[in-house]
């Protein structure tokens, strides 16, 4: 049972690192991650706003991670700033027009080919990504840092096309995150990513109820002659 004790000097440089990092946040950090948990709430409820919180928050965090020259970083969030944009068209006039009148995007599921094939995507560009970053790059945790990051792409364009399993995605990427800005003493930025995970739980069961109660297509009958 002493193996599962939680080592006390482990748990004070974590609060004092949060105490820290808290009274080091600027005014725009504390803007970009209330406006995160405002898009995972907003989109909890398949409400189509959650696409201005998340570009808002977005466009912050891009122009300070290049002020702080991590570029990188800065490119993917570009990637996310244009992913909001999609993802706001393809919630409002995404749906069929084969089966309704209906153009607001339903919650779909994936095959077990396509999460296959997904994760193995994922799991190949991690892979090279982690490999090259170990070359040429003084990286840290390059591999969980490019597995993190490419899933981060897959599921954000999972979002965009109300696939229901993004949350566990989601809860997988925000774990080993967690994990990963802990180890690198980042601890606001850990225990961010821990809420984000119990708001994921919800999220799930929130749209899975949804997609059970949602309508099923029915085909428009064809005009008789």
């Known amino acids: 049972m002493d193996n599962l004790t939680l080592d006390p000097s482990f748990l004070t440089l974590a609060v004092e690192g949060i105490i820290s990092g808290a009274s080091a946040m600027s005014y725009w950090e504390v803007l970009a991650?209330?406006?995160?948990?405002?898009?995972?709430?907003?989109?909890?409820?398949?409400?189509?706003?959650?696409?201005?919180?998340g570009f808002a928050s977005t466009a912050i965090l891009s122009w300070l991670f290049w002020d702080a020259s991590?570029?990188?970083?800065?490119?993917?969030?570009?990637?996310?700033?244009?992913?909001?944009i999609y993802g706001w068209y393809m919630w409002n006039y995404g749906g069929s027009k084969q089966f309704s009148a209906d153009t607001q995007l339903?919650?779909?599921?994936?095959?077990?080919?396509?999460?296959?094939l997904a994760i193995?995507?994922?799991?190949?560009?991690?892979?090279?990504?982690?490999y090259l970053l170990t070359v040429n790059t003084g990286a840290a945790l390059p591999y969980l840092d490019s597995f993190t990051t490419w899933?981060?792409?897959?599921?954000?364009?999972?979002?965009?096309?109300?696939?229901?399993?993004?949350?566990?995605?989601?809860?997988?990427?925000?774990?080993?995150?967690?994990?990963?800005?802990?180890?690198?003493?980042?601890?606001?930025?850990?225990?961010?990513?821990?809420?984000?995970?119990?708001?994921?739980?919800?999220?799930?069961?929130?749209?899975?109820?949804?997609?059970?109660?949602?309508?099923?297509?029915?085909?428009?009958?064809?005009?008789t002659t």
Request: hydrophobic content about 55%.
């Open 33 to 53: 991650a209330l406006l995160s948990l405002a898009y995972l709430v907003l989109a909890m409820r398949q409400n189509s706003l959650c696409w201005y919180a």
């Open 70 to 84: 991590l570029l990188m970083e800065s490119a993917l969030n570009i990637y996310y700033l244009a992913m909001a």
């Open 106 to 116: 339903s919650i779909t599921t994936w095959s077990l080919k396509q999460h296959t």
């Open 120 to 130: 193995t995507g994922v799991a190949l560009f991690s892979l090279l990504s982690g």
């Open 151 to 223: 899933g981060a792409v897959l599921t954000t364009y999972m979002v965009a096309k109300k696939i229901l399993e993004n949350w566990i995605y989601w809860i997988v990427i925000d774990v080993l995150a967690a994990y990963m800005y802990a180890d690198r003493s980042l601890y606001i930025l850990s225990l961010q990513m821990l809420i984000f995970v119990i708001m994921c739980f919800f999220g799930f069961k929130t749209w899975l109820s949804a997609y059970y109660q949602q309508p099923q297509p029915t085909e428009v009958a064809e005009p």
